[in-house]
Every structure is written in C-alpha cells, then in structure tokens.
C-alpha cells in the first residue's frame, strides 16, 4: 500500500496524461513470515484490484520475503532491482524515503540508489522519494526529517487515491491511526498549503538529469 500512500494521486495524475506507469514489489507475503494462506490470497486479490485501478502497463514482482530484506544479502536485492529497471527503462522512479522507520524502505531505497547509477540505467532522468504515513514520520533520527521539495497537485485524485487504499483489507484504521482517511486528507491539505494547492503530494527530489 505504499505506492499509495506516497503518490497514489500522482500516479492517477501519469494515468490521465497517458504516460506507462510500472509497478515494483520488492516483497510478499508468506507462510514462514506468520502469515495465513487466506491472508496471503487476499493481498493477491488486493494487488490485481489495486493494480486495474492505477493502470499499470506491468506488474513486477520479485519475491522477496516481506518483513527480511534487512537479512537478505543487498547484492540479490540490487540484481533484482536492476533487472527489473533494464527491463522497463524508466524515464523516472518513485522511490520510499530512505530514512523511513521501516527496515524494507530502506533497503530497497539503497538497492534503487545502487542499480539507477546512470550507466546501469541510462534512461532514468528523474528520482523522487515519496513520504509515507505510519513510516516516514516515526523515525526517531533528529537529523533524517522529511523534507519536500517538490510538490504535486493532487486535487483531482485525492478522492480514488483514498478509495484505492480502502482496497487493503486491514491497512487503514479509525483516526488517530496514520493510515486512516483523516490522516491522509490531512497530510495532503497540509502539502498543498505548502505548495497553493488544496491537496498535493510531496517529494525529495534526488536525483535529476536534463
């Protein structure tokens, strides 16, 4: 549900200027990691749902145990990563914050860091890192805070990209829960007042070549 949070109304915005969006999972869900199997084919239903409603021209998936890629060697993380980005060949990346209190961002946001370097994926002109609520703002790190500078206007999509999390069966909760529909009309009325928009996603821009 991440890609949601972090620029699900940005995505719906690449839809309806007719650009080819993609999605990455770097993980799933599996039966050694404490999950049920029902559980496990409903967040296979839930990603087909999810994924009709962006568009997407692809999924693609590489299986990594949700939860362990803080345990997984970062080498097979990067080749994966790095496949998937020759396959697609991206002109731009959505990526997690890399300071995000969840060990997962982390480590895919190191192993994006490492296969975009412009000669193993030359035809990536931009990378943005996207914020998302329950992860980004719970780091305890002084020196790691958020801080956007780019913005997105969201304001038509900010209505499905909350129907899209509703998706997600389990994900979202009653306010004061940060994956609640308070909390992200919320943070997006507070990126808009940073931008003169009612509603807009924010973004650290870290890498752009023109």
Known sequence: DDETLGCGGTLLKHRAYGDSTYWLIATKMVRDAGYSQARIQCREKEIKEVALRYGFKDILQLQFVTTRLDVTPMAEIIEAVGVAIKKVKPDWLYVPYPHDIHTDHRAVYDATASAAKWFRGPSIKRIMAYETLSETGFSLDADSGFKPNVYSNIENYLDDKIEIMKLYKGEMAMFPF???????????????????????????????RI
């Open 178 to 208: 940060p994956r609640s529909e308070e909390a992200i009309k919320a943070l997006a009325a507070l990126r808009g007042t940073e931008a003169g928009f009612k509603a807009a996603e924010a973004f650290v821009l870290l890498r752009e």
